[in-house]
């Protein structure tokens, strides 16, 4: 019945929680207080973590246990079956250094594009940049009648953003999916971030925070019946360590797992990616940019194969192939400013990934695709697979 939950803090060891009892859906979760070493074995081999204890009232500890994160393959996976899960939260602050400063506001511009959603863009500029003066804002991104999707004003407004809330509400929200007020969240991609390791978060939330204040009050997130049923934060119980970042390749794989690629490129069908046709493109992507398909960015002939690095990065830099200007659906005018030697590895991995045929063409209008079952240009061209076909 005892569940040990632990929580990690990478330059805060010397925070100390309190005994808290808070009350979640009815039911009671009780804090402890932190462990002394000595007492477990978790906490002898782990310094630097804070072990939070608390008792769950519900079943055997088999279902409160911990799950770890490999790295990009749960991109935004939804209908996991696992469930709504939190933690509750803890005082943990992060040091604002100068060196988590420059490496968050690099993270958060660039390969992790949060003000893609969470600002108002410029939609009539190439790449629909952020407007400077708005980052962090918010914005509505859908409104639809029954259905409104909101990226919050995360900036550290006092009255109309996040100016008030801890910084271990912005870690739970990150990766863990639950809003500053607890709500389980729709459309942020905390699946992703979750690969993030524990100091890139913490460079991210100093960042975040250290930017100019903005003013934008929002409307709350309408979902829908279906939305609703797909939600299912997952609590973090264990310290996301520094990837592998010794070669190109192993470099490309971590970025590519924090940017969501997997997420926009990989066709979807019941809103679950479908196997074999990873980063195969031919997902429809509605915005206000109209709909566009994501392309096939695999290293098959009707994928990128024809790419070298060079036009690889100026794809990415320029948001053309060549003559052929990319839809700001791709996020290219935030890519655009990952430097040389990250765009260098992830075209690297990107070249590991196994070719997928799967002809997807923006210029065509859009026909049925037997292979990955939506409407995307050439869709005509693609056959059904072998062992899809019975
Ligand atoms: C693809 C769009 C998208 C991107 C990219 C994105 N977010 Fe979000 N984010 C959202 C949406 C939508 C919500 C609100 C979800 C809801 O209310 O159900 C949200 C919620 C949040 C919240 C919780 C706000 C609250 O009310 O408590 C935080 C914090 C946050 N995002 C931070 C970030 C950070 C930091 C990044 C970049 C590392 C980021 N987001 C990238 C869409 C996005
Ligand atoms: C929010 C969704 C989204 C994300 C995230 C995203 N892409 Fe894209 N990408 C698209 C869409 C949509 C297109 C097609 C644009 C068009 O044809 O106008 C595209 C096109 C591309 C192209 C151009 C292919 C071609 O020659 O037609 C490349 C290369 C690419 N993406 C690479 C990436 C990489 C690498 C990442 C991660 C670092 C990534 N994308 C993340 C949506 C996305």
């Excluded at 991210?204 to 003013?215: G, H, K, L, N, W």
């Excluded at 990128?304 to 200007?325: H, M, P, Q």
Aim: aromatic share 8%.
């Amino acid at each position: 019945m005892k569940a040990k939950w632990i929580i990690e803090s990478p330059a805060e060891n010397d925070q100390v929680p309190v005994t808290r009892r808070l009350t979640i859906k009815g039911l009671i979760w009780i804090t402890h207080e932190r462990e002394t070493d000595g007492q477990s074995h978790i906490s002898r081999i782990a310094k630097y973590l804070i072990a939070v204890g608390f008792v769950i009232a519900l079943g055997s500890s088999a279902g409160c246990g911990h799950r770890t994160t490999t790295l990009a393959d749960e991109s935004n996976a939804s209908l996991s079956g696992e469930g709504f899960r939190m933690r509750p939260l803890t005082d943990r602050t992060f040091e604002r250094t100068p060196i988590r400063l420059e490496r968050g506001r690099y993270l958060v511009e660039g390969v992790l594009h949060c003000f893609y959603c969470h600002a108002q863009r410029d939609w009539d500029a190439r790449g629909a940049p952020a407007i400077a003066d708005r980052k962090g804002g918010g914005c509505i991104l859908i409104d639809e009648p029954g259905h409104r999707r909101v990226a919050p004003n995360i900036s550290p407004d006092m009255e109309t953003g996040a100016g008030t809330w801890t910084d271990d509400m912005f870690a739970r929200a990150i990766r863990e999916g639950i809003g500053h007020d607890g709500r389980a969240l729709f459309g942020m991609p905390w699946r992703t971030f979750r690969n993030l390791p524990d100091e890139d978060l913490a460079s991210v939330i100093s960042y975040i925070r250290s930017i100019p204040p903005v003013s934008n009050a929002l409307p709350k997130r309408i979902l829908n019946e279906e939305e609703e049923k797909r939600l299912d934060p997952q609590p973090l119980t264990e310290p996301v360590p520094q990837p592998d970042l010794s070669t190109p390749v192993k470099r490309g794989q971590y970025l590519v797992s924090v940017a969501d690629c997997r997420f926009c490129h990989t066709p979807r069908q019941n809103n679950r990616p479908i196997p074999g046709l990873e980063f195969s493109g031919g997902f429809a992507l509605k915005s206000r940019l109209g709909e566009v398909a994501s392309a096939n960015i695999t290293p098959d002939p009707s994928g990128i194969s024809y790419y070298d690095e060079a036009l690889f990065l100026e794809v990415i830099r320029t948001g053309k192939v060549k003559a052929r200007e990319l839809n700001a659906t791709m996020p290219w005018g935030f890519f655009r400013n990952i430097a040389d030697e990250d765009l260098k590895s992830i075209f690297a991995y990107l070249q590991t990934l196994k070719p997928v045929s799967h002809r997807v063409d923006n210029t065509e209008p859009p026909t049925g695709c037997k292979l990955c079952g939506q409407r995307h240009g050439f869709g005509d061209r693609n056959e059904q697979r072998a062992e899809d076909n019975p």
